[in-house]
């Protein structure tokens, strides 16, 4: 039985023996699979070289742990032709399939559970002991589980997954052919391995990272709607906002959360502001407006006291710059600007135009999209409104 399914309590039927044979004839007939097993060994051992450079490379780079798991098989099958390229997940006690590529693969979907026993097969095994398994010939190692001896591979190939220490998985390849996995492919599938293990432990810890990181921020933000409920809110929305425009303006995601992240921030220093100059409801005086503008300055300061929001400090402190130069606290211009602080300061407009305020009730979105043409170029980064207005719409 392939060692992605438990132990079936009836024989295969008719329907499913017919599928096995039709996908080891694919397989047998596949010309990448009939070009790989024809290759030198020198020939196999560089494309070997090659997949586990690029997934190592890919695998360092991404967070979510369906697609690092989905891009393991995916290249493994896509560069080798296996009969089976699959993990399993380890989960209370059962190995549970998360991925699977090759027509055997697209048989088990169909046909067969998904789920194995810690207790059963070479899979099983390999999850208890954290050993590698390398079986020569299936019809020989005690703990393979026979499906269909006609169909069943031959040959299998199983490495621990291991996640900060522990068993997270397994990772099987399998051929229809006895003696098909050498040692250097262990090597290769080991590798591959510790790789996955290696970024699925970094996704963790950054969802961890970012969990502690979102309640510091709710926190911090507390502090500021304790005086003045508009901001809190007004936050949450601008923060939003910032984010989409960012991933418009082609930022990568952790870029894009950075860009949310010091939105939510950016009028942080309005703690340091009066609560009378924070809730007048008229004009502010010039006096009031100094008081009122040194909050960039404060917040840019108290962020970049937090070892963890230290990163997000310049675009707090700037996030009220103009592109003219007119802003505050530094009156930079332009470029000088951070980019980040750029689109916060589109979105905050926006926002603040179409937002009821204790000194004017809102406007139209329409009549804020018409403030925004007519500020680009000097208020704003005319560049980053464009975009802002293309997400609006």
């Not at 906002?241 to 960012?246: F, G, I, K």
């Not at 007519?374 to 975009?387: F, H, I, K, P, S």
């Amino acid at each position: 039985m392939p060692e992605l399914s438990v132990k079936p309590a009836h024989p295969p039927g008719s329907r499913e023996r017919e599928r096995r044979a039709e996908a080891l004839r694919r397989h047998r007939s596949d010309k990448l699979a009939q070009k790989m097993a024809a290759a030198s060994e020198l020939a196999y051992l560089r494309a070997q070289l090659r997949v586990a450079g690029r997934l190592t490379a890919r695998l360092a780079a991404m967070r979510d742990v369906e697609h690092m798991i989905g891009l393991v098989v995916d290249e493994l099958h896509d560069t080798f032709a296996f009969y089976l390229a699959a993990i399993q997940r380890l989960d209370e006690g059962v190995l549970r399939l998360v991925a699977g590529r090759g027509p055997l693969a697209d048989v088990m979907t169909e046909f067969l559970l998904v789920e194995q026993p810690l207790s059963e097969g070479v899979n099983g095994r390999v999850a208890r002991t954290g050993v590698t398994a390398l079986v020569s010939d299936t019809r020989e190692d005690g703990d393979y589980v026979v499906r269909d001896p006609q169909t069943d591979p031959r040959s299998e190939l199983s490495v621990p997954i291991a996640v900060d220490g522990s068993v997270w998985g397994v990772l099987n390849i399998e051929a229809p052919e006895p003696d098909a996995f050498s040692e250097a492919d262990a090597v290769l599938v080991e590798t591959i391995a510790a790789s996955l293990g290696s970024a699925v432990h970094r996704a963790g810890l950054v969802t961890d990272l970012e969990r502690t990181f979102t309640t510091t921020l709710t926190a911090l933000m507390s502090t500021v709607e304790a005086k003045d409920d508009y901001t809190a809110s007004h936050e949450e929305d601008v923060a939003g906002l910032a984010e989409r425009v960012a991933l418009r303006m082609g930022l990568v995601p952790s870029g894009a959360r950075d860009v949310r992240y010091a939105a939510l921030l950016h009028d942080v220093g309005k703690v340091a502001v009066p609560s009378e100059i924070l809730l007048k409801p008229g004009p502010l005086t010039d006096t009031e407006w100094v008081a009122m503008r040194r909050h960039a300055a404060v917040g840019g300061d108290l962020v970049a006291r937090i070892e963890a929001f230290a990163h997000l400090a310049p675009a707090v402190r700037a996030s009220h710059e103009r592109w003219d130069g007119d802003g505050y606290p530094d009156g930079i211009a332009g470029e000088e600007i951070p980019l980040a602080a750029r689109i916060i300061a589109a979105c905050d407009t926006y926002d603040a135009i179409v937002t009821d305020r204790p000194y004017r009730p809102a406007r139209t979105p329409a009549q804020a999209r018409e403030e925004l043409r007519r500020v680009a170029g000097a208020q704003l980064d005319a560049r980053v409104v464009e975009v802002l207005l293309e997400e609006l719409s």
